[in-house]
T-cell receptor
């Protein structure tokens, strides 16, 4: 299994440009999430999905869109990039087991710079 | 609102010193608790997790954590740190049955001097 994969690893955008960060997992996990990591702030949840066709907002959803058409893929779209979106983005996937627990597995991250 | 607080932003220790990193959360219901580690330039890896049973949980690389429900705490410990433990450590909480929704603390950067 490749686990959770993310592309690209690095990206530089100009203010106002749009782009899509790709995330895929091959573990048949039902849950997928997007986080951004900023110094001193830990990871903050942007959007998450509990299954194909179902998404919900996290703590910091503004400026981002998501969709989940398949179990494997969960792309994150930046509609009009702003310097405040300069960050490292992590995708994660997880499963539920009896007892309601799950462990999130993280991808390698995408480092995005918006000029 | 649900939140997680890690008491120390940066900890500096010498090799063989003991480690304890504090983590407190605010949430009134049942939670699952996690500690993740991020080595320089790498992505997050799970150190250990608690979901039920014995409140003292053992993880990888000699780490352990104790869940104290009355204090809403889940502190991470290691008796003797090594230079290779230099990393950033994150405490995270997941409200029970809210899959995909981890709430992270701010992180604690650990530097171990050889």
């Amino acid at each position: 299994n490749a686990g959770v994969t993310q592309t690209p690893k690095f990206q530089v955008l100009k203010t106002g440009q749009s782009m899509t960060l790709q995330c895929a997992q091959d573990m048949n996990h039902e849950y997928m999430s997007w986080y951004r990591q900023d110094p001193g702030m830990g990871l903050r949840l942007i959007h998450y999905s509990v299954g194909a066709g179902i998404t919900d907002q996290g703590e910091v959803p503004n400026g981002y869109n998501v969709s989940r058409s398949t179990t494997e893929d969960f792309p994150l779209r930046l509609l009009s990039a702003a310097p405040s979106q300069t960050s490292v983005y992590f995708c994660a996937s997880s499963y539920s087991v009896a007892g309601g627990t799950d462990t999130q597995y993280f991808g390698p991250g995408t480092r995005l710079t918006v000029l | 609102a649900q939140s997680v607080s890690q008491h120390n932003h940066h900890v500096i220790l010498s090799e063989a010193a003991s480690l304890e990193l504090g983590c407190n959360y605010s949430y009134g219901g049942t939670v699952n608790l996690f500690w993740y580690v991020q080595y320089p330039g790498q992505h997050l890896q799970l150190l250990l997790k608690y979901f039920s049973g014995d409140p003292l949980v053992k993880g990888i690389k000699g780490f352990e954590a104790e869940f104290i429900k009355s204090k809403f705490s889940f502190n991470l410990r290691k008796p003797s740190v090594q230079w290779s433990d230099t990393a950033e450590y994150f405490c995270a909480v997941k409200p029970y049955n809210q899959g995909g929704k981890l709430i992270f603390g701010q992180g604690t950067e650990l530097s171990v001097k050889p």
